[in-house]
T-cell receptor, first 113, second 116 residues
Framework: AQSVTQPDIHITVSEGASLELRCNYSYGATPYLFWYVQSPGQGLQLLLKYFSGDTLVQGIKGFEAEFKRSQSSFNLRKPSVHWSDAAEYFC???????????FGRGTSLIVHP | EAEVAQSPRYKITEKSQAVAFWCDPI?????LYWYRQILGQGPELLVQ????????DSQLPKDRFSAERLKGVDSTLKIQPAELGDSAMYLC??????????????FGPGTRLTVL
């Protein structure tokens, strides 16, 4: 069965600093990979997704993620964090063929001014 | 931009009462999903519809939960009777195509349920 691990429950960064959120997955074949963001009390918004092709994926709001098969990772990055980026971030893996994503437990991003 | 609508946004109920949540997906989206998100965790799929048919309800506690999408458009999720452990955010999502492959889900704002 597929699974997703987000090892960091909380991450604190200063505004303007770079950000990397970690995600590791467990799945036998090439997975579909996603990052979602959830602001307090809101639903989830898709930041980016990887299905195939270029392993560096660009998303909305200046985010990018890199698929590394050898490390079973799909880390999310942003070169300069804004205060409005404070939110909960979820990595998800979708099984090919029958798309039902499995979500990680999330990483809470705190941004200091 | 089209959005998934959910109501109510917040619901407080006492245990053993019945509650119902409503979801209106993005127009034209064939697939609809209900998720439960317990505080501090990621969403977990409860049920998936393709048009009016249930595709997957393996994680739906059928002794107390029911879901329907009678005309293949909007959907209702019901809990009867509610238990303390049902306190969570209930999220609805929809996707355009008829399941599978590279389909992308769009989420609604959710219904926050508190059971007292």
């Amino acid at each position: 069965a597929q699974s997703v691990t987000q090892p960091d429950i909380h991450i604190t960064v200063s505004e303007g600093a770079s950000l990397e959120l970690r995600c590791n997955y467990s799945y036998g074949a090439t997975p579909y990979l996603f990052w979602y963001v959830q602001s307090p009390g809101q639903g989830l918004q898709l930041l980016l997704k990887y299905f195939s092709g270029d392993t560096l994926v660009q998303g909305i709001k200046g985010f990018e993620a890199e698929f590394k098969r050898s490390q079973s990772s799909f880390n999310l990055r942003k070169p300069s964090v804004h205060w409005s980026d404070a939110a909960e971030y979820f990595c998800a893996v979708g099984e090919g063929g029958s798309y039902i994503p499995t979500f990680g437990r999330g990483t809470s991003l705190i941004v200091h001014p | 931009e089209a959005e998934v609508a959910q109501s109510p946004r917040y619901k407080i109920t006492e245990k053993s009462q019945a509650v119902a949540f409503w979801c209106d997906p993005i127009s034209g989206h064939a697939t609809l999903y209900w998720y439960r998100q317990i505080l501090g965790q990621g969403p977990e799929l409860l049920v998936q519809f393709q048009d009016e048919s249930v595709v997957d309800d393996s994680q739906l506690p059928k002794d107390r939960f029911s879901a329907e999408r009678l005309k293949g458009v909007d959907s209702t999720l019901k809990i009867q009777p509610a238990e303390l452990g049902d306190s969570a955010m209930y999220l609805c999502a929809s996707s355009l195509r008829r399941g599978g492959g590279t389909d992308t889900q769009y989420f609604g704002p959710g219904t926050r349920l508190t059971v007292l």
